[in-house]
């Protein structure tokens, strides 16, 4: 005899680490629209948590010559300076690692990124951790990752004469997939600056938001 089971729900929680990088605090765009993509991702995947790490406020470290050093110490051989001077690299490489989704908020300052978040990839960007070197070359080491991209922008970027301009997108891509995160989705609030687009740009970055 044949009994129908009840249909499992095979959609589980993730765990989305969201990177803030605007400096603008709640006016920011790229943060209203990085939310916007967590909420579709928790309405895609009831119970996922979110972990939130504000580079600007949190006052993430400019790379010096003690954190490179304490990269290439062997962990056996580290000091407590050395241990400390790669604590921000060693948690921020764990959070990637413990996330299943990261949604990563990026402003375009001056055609690129805000220096909080070079600083923040400056740390994540370790040789024999998050890459590796072999005769074939490079090869990224964290796999498994699903990347959205909120990027904002007062002009227009995506398209038109001034898309050769966007160092943000072709440059996160470049260096996320270089450490082994390639599934990367960007969306856009664009247009900020421009009268007859700036009005409704947060609302058609918003709509443009599909998972995938």
């Known amino acids: 005899m044949y009994i129908a089971l009840p249909k499992q729900n095979l959609k589980t929680m993730k765990k989305i680490l969201h990177i803030i990088s605007s400096p603008r605090g709640a006016a920011s765009l790229s943060i209203k629209l990085g939310n916007a993509i967590i909420e579709k991702i928790k309405a895609e995947y009831p119970g996922s948590t979110v972990v939130e790490r504000n580079l600007v406020t949190e006052h993430f470290p400019q790379l010096e ?11 056996e051989n580290r000091t407590a300076a050395s241990i400390e001077a790669a ?3 060693d948690e921020a490489i764990q959070e990637i690692e413990e996330a299943d989704i990261l949604v990563i908020g990026a402003p375009l300052y001056n055609f690129s990124i805000h220096s909080s978040l070079k600083a923040w990839i400056d740390h994540i960007v370790r040789a024999g951790i998050t890459f590796k070197y072999d005769e074939n070359g490079a ?3 964290i796999k498994g990752k699903k990347v959205y991209i909120a990027l904002s ?4 970027y995506s398209e038109g004469p001034w898309k050769p301009f966007d160092y ?4 996160l891509k470049h260096i996320l997939s270089f450490i082994g995160l390639k599934d990367i989705t960007t969306f856009r609030v664009e247009g900020t ?3 007859g687009v700036k009005e409704t740009a947060l609302e058609n970055g918003i ?3 599909h998972l995938n």
């Open 87 to 89: 604590r921000h690299s």
């Open 153 to 156: 922008s007062g002009g227009i």
């Open 207 to 209: 709509s443009s938001i």
């Open 139 to 141: 090869h990224g080491m």
């Open 65 to 75: 010559e003690a954190h490179i050093a304490s990269f290439f110490t062997p962990a």
């Open 168 to 171: 943000v997108e072709p440059y």
């Open 193 to 195: 600056n421009i009268p």
